[in-house]
């Protein structure tokens, strides 16, 4: 058993799956029309995906991470190279924080597109 795809809510799916191509070496599963009219991209690797769904109607912004029952706190990213990543990361204009080794990886955290927090997390 593995999670397939979370699926999150972005104004422009398109420019958001662009980035996390970018960064982290993704690649555009599907695209097309989704609920209510909206669009949706799929955007991974060939096991899992993130769902990039935008609704035909203006979003209004979320308020604050971690203090809202069901709501998405971070993305946890598995990478094979966390220094490239995170060089990627910053030339991307993008600030990583909260470095930290724990058994049994290394990870650190970013704001990516659309405030999207990611934890990227390379494990030795």
């Known amino acids: ?7 999150i809510t972005v104004p422009d799916p398109r420019a958001s799956a662009a980035i ?8 555009i599963r599907w695209e097309g ?7 949706t991209v799929h955007v991974g690797d060939d096991d899992s995906y ?5 609704p035909a109607y203006e979003l209004a912004p979320e308020p604050e991470r971690y203090t809202k029952v069901a ?6 990213v598995v990478v094979d190279d966390l ?7 910053k030339a991307a204009g993008y600030t990583p924080f909260n470095h930290a080794d724990y058994e049994p990886g290394e990870r650190f955290y970013f704001n990516g597109p659309d405030g999207i ?3 990227v997390v390379h494990y030795a």
């Open 117 to 119: 927090e990611f934890e």
């Open 50 to 54: 993130l769902a990039l769904y935008a």
């Open 20 to 27: 996390l191509c970018d960064l982290f070496g993704w690649h």
């Open 83 to 89: 220094a490239g990543t995170e060089a990627r990361v």
């Open 33 to 39: 029309p989704a609920l209510n009219d909206g669009f």
């Open 71 to 76: 709501g998405l706190n971070h993305v946890g």
């Open 1 to 7: 058993m593995h999670l397939e795809h979370v699926n």
